[in-house]
């Protein structure tokens, strides 16, 4: 008999599941700094063409562009607009190389707006002190070669003031997203053009406080709008204080679906979506503020979903990185900081976390992530000083 109960707890051991041994803590690796491009003021963002960082933004009241390597030497500088003001706010890169760079400039000479409210930067942008604001009426687009060369300029005037978000492209053409001033608050505009630049007529998001922060292109002509609303639209009603928004568009540019993500009295926004439909947000409710992560399908069905403490804010990278201001503690890894710190997370195709890398504290804000075959990933962070590259590739 005891050797009968002998044999059936040994049954029972080898039957256990290893499956139930906790698993193994992810370590955090340290990034890398590659190089320091500028000031918050003057620094937009960056894109990477071949071997080249290309900066742009905003200085003296005139939008720019510059080119880098990754020691940070300068291979050229480009001012992109003679206007008495404009702004550099949003960029992409095509698949020759080629930069398109969407800002804001004056109204050309002739053309008269209707009046309108004084903007009230919903999205929280850096728009250099000595720009002429009230006067950026017009959506525009730059394109600029690899070499630094001004290929053309393409304009959109509109009644409103404005400022571009983002901007995606694909082999028929762009799309610009970004927020504008109307006369009762703040609504989101999408612009298409050509290949050749060329603007065709802008779809306006609400009326009185929608964002629109990001804007994925797809194969069949239509368009995925990200951003955030507490107004109806398309007769989806508010849920939650601010919503974060996906919305669908044709090609057509009509509205054809919206789908609202909530927080019970809180806000939500989507900042970032990677053309696979990653998107990364801010979610504030109940006391707390958390980055949100949600892999959505294309039918924007939830596939996989997180919620870490943050400052907010998050950016999207390719298809499976997310990069935000980590402020607790994450139990896949081994990981508390004692400072806001900047975070890049990778997650495999179901959604589990598999690699981790900081930048250092200090840096209050994330601006993008850049995957390129040249120089690998690339990460953007800005302090109170300056906006810095960091790497998580060992150099």
């Known amino acids: 008999m005891k050797r009968l109960l002998s044999i059936v707890l040994l049954a029972t051991l080898l039957a256990t599941p290893v499956a139930n041994s906790a698993p193994k803590k992810i370590a ?45 030497k300068e291979l050229w500088n480009l001012s992109l607009d003679q206007s008495a003001a404009s702004i550099a706010t949003a960029a992409a890169v095509d698949s020759v ?8 400039t004056p109204m050309a000479m002739g ?20 720009a002429f604001v009230g006067d950026l009426h017009a959506v525009t687009i730059w394109k600029v070669s690899a070499a630094g060369s001004l290929v053309f300029t393409n304009t959109l005037p509109t009644s409103y003031v404005l400022f571009p978000t983002a901007i995606a492209i694909d082999k028929t053409g762009a799309s610009v997203v970004g927020i504008m001033a109307t006369e009762k608050g703040n609504a989101g505009f999408l612009g298409n053009t050509d290949t050749a630049g060329v603007f065709s007529k ?6 009185v406080s929608t964002t629109a922060e990001s804007v994925v292109r797809h194969s069949d002509g239509t368009m995925t709008v990200a951003g955030s609303s507490s107004e109806t639209l398309a007769g989806k009603n508010v849920v939650g204080n601010i919503d974060g928004v996906l919305i669908k568009v044709s090609k057509a540019l009509k509205i054809t679906s919206v789908v609202r993500s909530s927080a019970v009295k809180g806000k939500r926004n989507w900042n970032s979506a990677s053309n696979s439909l990653l998107l990364s947000g801010e979610v504030t409710a109940a006391g707390k503020t958390e ?10 069905t939830p596939t996989w979903t997180y919620r870490f403490a943050s400052t907010g804010p998050g950016v999207s990278g390719s298809a499976n990185q997310a990069f935000f201001i980590s ?41 993008s992530v850049l995957n390129s075959k040249e120089l690998g990933v690339l990460v953007l962070t800005s302090s109170a000083e300056s906006v810095s590259i960091f790497t998580p590739n060992p150099r």
Do not use: C, H
Not at 57 to 72: E, F, L, W
Not at 111 to 130: M, Q
Not at 342 to 363: R, V
């Open 28 to 72: 955090v690796k340290p990034m890398q700094l590659v190089t320091t491009i500028g000031t918050p003021e003057e620094v937009s963002g960056a894109v990477v063409s071949g071997k080249s960082i290309i900066v742009y933004g905003t200085k003296s009241s005139k939008a720019y562009a510059r080119a880098i390597d990754s020691t940070g």
């Open 97 to 104: 190389g080629d930069i398109w760079i969407a800002g804001a």
């Open 111 to 130: 053309l008269t707006p209707a009046p309108t409210a004084t903007p009230i930067n919903p999205d929280n942008a850096v728009i250099p002190p000595n």
């Open 202 to 207: 802008l779809l306006q998001l609400g009326v």
């Open 291 to 300: 980055t949100a992560v949600t892999k959505f399908s294309p039918t924007y």
């Open 327 to 367: 402020t607790g503690a994450i139990d896949q890894l081994m990981w508390s900081p004692k400072a806001p710190t900047p975070l890049l997370l990778t997650f495999d195709s179901k959604g589990l976390i598999i690699a981790a890398n900081s930048a250092p504290a200090g840096q209050g804000e994330v601006l």
